[in-house]
Nanobody
Framework: QVRLVESGGDSVQAGGSLRLSCAAS????????MAWFRQVPGKEREGVAY???????????DSVKGRFTVSQNNARYTLSPMYLQMDNLKPEDTAMYYC?????????????WGQGTQVTVSS
């Protein structure tokens, strides 16, 4: 089992910045990819950013490219916190943001989830 805890959500004005954090514990050696997802009530969950354990694979949703940066500085046997630096925030970025982890980088394999942290961007 892997436990994920997010933090950093807040209310900001458009154009502002936030940094989300996700700390993992438990069977973290089994984790190969981590990701940030977001969801607005009544809409499908959206994958925002993905990163592999080695950092060799990073992918962003088109809607956040150039504004969001995912990072993680892992040691060989340690899974460090994952971060999502969000700059130039827009009202449409308002959502609950979830951290997720998986044993692979297949987007359908994410089976460990945090409880979410709310990001609200006002115009």
């Amino acid at each position: 089992q892997v436990r994920l805890v997010e933090s950093g959500g807040d209310s900001v004005q458009a154009g502002g910045s936030l940094r989300l954090s996700c700390a993992a514990s438990g069977d973290t050696l089994s984790v190969y990819c981590m990701a940030w997802f977001r969801q607005v009530p009544g809409k499908e969950r959206e994958g925002v950013a993905y990163i592999s354990r080695t950092g060799g694979y990073i992918e962003y949703a088109d809607s956040v490219k150039g504004r969001f940066t995912v990072s993680q500085n892992n040691a060989r046997y340690t899974l460090s916190p994952m971060y999502l630096q969000m700059d130039n925030l827009k009202p449409e970025d308002t959502a609950m943001y979830y951290c997720a982890a998986a044993r692979t980088c297949n987007k359908r394999d994410y089976n460990y989830w945090g409880q979410g942290t709310q990001v609200t961007v006002s115009s």
